[in-house]
């Protein structure tokens, strides 16, 4: 049974940083993708960043600069560390996992496993 945990949301001023992050429970393989998605009221949900089990990380043109995705694996964790915080990046924050997977897809089709999310807002 795979569950991904998140934490680390919560109200912030412009400006400001929060860390994120989520524990990945029950995946049977090791090569495993984690990525961030997040999806503001009345909008669609977009990716935020992706890491891939060969280590190499993406993230989107909106975010670049800001944010910063990272694992450890000895934890079964994946953070984003997000800097410099808009009112626009204010929405629901969602962690997601593919197995059997080295280089990490874009598409949030393309992963398995959802946590619940949680909240990030800044004001």
């Known amino acids: 049974h795979v569950q991904l945990v998140e934490s680390g949301g919560g109200s912030v001023q412009a400006g400001g940083s929060l860390r994120l992050s989520c524990v990945v429970s029950?995946?049977?393989?090791?090569?495993?993708?984690v990525a961030w998605f997040r999806q503001a009221p009345g909008k669609e949900r977009e990716g935020v960043a992706v890491i891939g089990r060969d280590g190499k990380a993406t993230v989107a043109d909106s975010v670049k600069g800001r944010f910063t995705i990272s694992v450890d694996n000895a934890k079964n964790s994946v953070y984003l560390q997000m800097n410099s915080l808009k009112p626009e990046d204010t929405a629901m924050y969602y962690c997601?996992?593919?197995?059997?997977?080295?280089?990490?897809?874009?598409?949030?089709?393309?992963?398995?496993?959802w946590g619940s999310g949680t909240q990030v807002t800044v004001s």
């Open positions: 997601a996992a593919r197995e059997r997977c080295v280089v990490a897809p874009r598409q949030e089709d393309e992963y398995t496993y």
């Open positions: 029950g995946i049977t393989y090791k090569n495993y993708c």
